[in-house]
């Protein structure tokens, strides 16, 4: 009994550590930098300059089925419309990076 709480305290600290705030900085980090080398020209301040109406704004998001890092990868990976297909410019670890960094944006209004 005691190997196992001491293996589930483990795993907890493990866990705790893969997800502190740290891990996830350097991962929204990575991700601001992504997205200024490579989606700023069109969504500078969550915007979107060839089509108005659909915004990385929190409400847009909402409005189109992009509110989750899964849609936004997918976007990412494949574009639409005018939007190019990234899959292939960008790593796996990056889409992931700029998916988590649009969320944290727009949870913040883009505000910073």
Not at 17 to 43: E, I, Q, R, Y
Not at 45 to 58: D, E, I, P, S, Y
Not at 80 to 100: C, H, T, W, Y
Request: hydrophobic content about 50%; charged content about 15%; aromatic content about 8%.
């Amino acid at each position: 009994m005691k190997k196992l709480f001491i293996s589930v305290c483990a795993l907890a600290m493990t866990l705790f550590m893969a997800l502190s705030p740290a891990a996830v900085a350097a991962d929204l980090a990575n991700g601001a930098k992504v997205f200024s080398g490579n989606c700023a020209a069109c969504h500078m301040g969550g915007g979107n300059v060839v089509m108005a109406n659909k915004t990385l704004k929190k409400e847009a998001l909402e409005q189109f089925g992009m509110n989750s890092e899964d849609a936004i990868i997918y976007q990412v990976q494949h574009g639409k419309n005018a939007m190019p297909a990234f899959a292939g410019r960008l790593s796996d670890e990056q889409i992931q990076d700029v998916a988590a960094y649009v969320l944290d944006q727009a949870a913040k209004g883009w505000a910073g």
